[in-house]
C-alpha cells in the first residue's frame, strides 16, 4: 500500500489517488473502530494536538478536537485566536508559530487570510493542518467531501457535479474542485450569480485536466440533470461590497419542489453552515447528506491524525 508522506495538509493539490485511497480505507477503519472495539482508543496517547481558530468554526474545531481525543491525544485550543491568543497584541503568525512547535505535535489551523497556513508550514517542524484560509482552500472539507461522493456513488461513472451558491469566496468548492480532478467522466456546473463566479485559476485547472465545465444562472434549468448538488452559503462576511452580496443573497434555495425534480439516487450536499439556502423540510428528503457529510468529517480528521501522527 502507499504510504503517507505529506507533512502537511494544506492544499487539495497535495492528494493523488493513491493517497485519497489511503485516506479513505483510514477514515473506514476509524469508523469501524468507533462503533466497534475501539483499539484505537490510546493510539494518541501523549500527542498534542494545537487548534488555533482565527475564524469562527462548529464542525471543523469540533471535529478535529472529538477526533483527537477519540484517538487519546489532547488538545490545547483557544477562543477565537485573534481575540485571545496574543495575536490581539500584535504578535505575527510566524512567531505563533514558532512558539507553539515547542508546545504541541501537530497544529490545526483556522484563518482569515488565504495563504496564512502556507506561511505557518513553512516554518513548522511539526504538522499544520488547514482549517480553512480566507477565500483559499479548505482541503479537509474536501476530502470528506470526496469521501461522502465515493460512499454515494462507488463507481464513480460519469458523475454531473453542480456547485451552486457563492463560488468566488467559497473555498470549500475551490477545494473540491481540485480533487475531482482526480477522477475520470466527471463532468461539473458552476451555478452562481455573476457576482459570484468561479475564479479562473480553478476554471484553469480543470481545462488542464479536461474535466468538462459550464456555467449556469438558474438552479431549475439543470436540477434534473444533476447527481450531485452542491450547495454553499452565500458568505456575506467575504463580500466587499453591499450591493454584490444583495445581488447574490437568497437567490439559490433549494425548495422541495426543485427537490422533486432531482433524480432519484441524486444526493444533496452542503458544508454547512447553512442559512436560507435549503430549508430544514428538505432535510428527510431521500437525497439529502449533508448531517451525513458533516459525520464524515470526524472520520476523515481521525484518519489525518493518524496518518500524520502514527510514526
Ligand atoms: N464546513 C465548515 O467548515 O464548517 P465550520 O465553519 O462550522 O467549521
Redesign the pocket.
Known sequence: MVSFDLNHVIESQQFDRDILELVFRTADMMKEDLAGDRKLAKFLDGKIMASLFY?????????FESAMRRLGGEVITTENAREFSSAAKGESLADSTRIINGYADLIVM?HNEAGSAARAAEISRIPVIN??DGAGQ?PT?ALLDMYTIVDAFPQMNNLKIALVGDLRYGR?VRSLSYLLTKYEGIEIVFVSPPVCRMERDIKDYLDKYQVPWREEDDLSEVIREIDCIYMTRIQKERFHSIDDYREAAGKYILTPELVAQMKRDAIIMH???RVDEIPPVVDSAPQARYFEQ?QN?LYIRMALLYLLLKS
Open positions: 475564524e469562527p468554526s462548529t464542525r471543523t474545531r469540533f471535529s483556522r482549517a480553512g479548505h472539507q470549500t458544508p454547512l453552515p458533516a468529517g
